[in-house]
C-alpha cells in the first residue's frame, strides 16, 4: 500500500509483480484495509505466521 501511496508503483497490477503475489490478492489486502484499516492486515500476518509455525 506503501508502494502506491508514495508512488513507487502506478497501479494495483504493478504493485503485485513488485510484491510477487497475484492481482487478486493484493485486491483483497487493498480491501481489508479500506475496510478494516491496518489491524486486519496485521491480524493476517499473524494469523499465517502462527498456522506456518505448526
Given amino acids: 500500500m ?11 497490477q504493478d504493485l503485485a509483480v513488485v510484491l510477487g503475489r ?3 490478492t493484493v485486491q483483497r489486502w487493498l480491501k481489508a484495509y479500506t475496510e478494516s484499516g491496518i489491524a486486519s492486515l ?4 499473524k494469523g499465517f505466521r502462527t498456522t506456518a509455525n505448526h
Fill in 2 to 12: 506503501y508502494l502506491l501511496k508514495i508512488g513507487q508503483v502506478k497501479t494495483k
Fill in 22 to 24: 497475484g492481482s487478486a
Fill in 42 to 45: 496485521v491480524s493476517r500476518i
